[in-house]
């Protein structure tokens, strides 16, 4: 029993020092930028977007290969899109930095 009670005053006050840890999430991208649908084939896929900026070689089994555009990446698997994802675009990249002016003191 006193185990027990040791163990209850030790462990009831952790939860008062946990932190929240807030990551803040960066806009995806703009939302207007139509990406191919899933069952597409990779022809129609050249047809509507040319050709990509990079092409990964399939890996794993079944093969899955990776085809890299400016803006977003698309997953195929037997000549078929099975994803297309967004890159990440930070918010801070697009924000003007603004210069500190340095403070001058008054005589």
Known sequence: MSRFLLLLVLLLPL????ETLEIPLGQ????NIA???RGQSQHA??????LPDEEHPAVGKPPINRWDYR????????????DSV????SRHLN????QEQPIKEQP
């Open 15 to 18: 939860p008062g020092f946990a």
């Open 45 to 50: 896929v050249l047809e509507r977007f040319g």
């Open 86 to 89: 967004r890159h990440h675009q």
């Open 95 to 98: 924000e003007p930095k603004v």
């Open 35 to 37: 990406l191919p649908t």
């Open 71 to 82: 803006e977003f990446s698309i997953y195929f698997e037997s000549g078929r899109v099975i």
């Open 28 to 31: 995806q991208g703009a939302t």
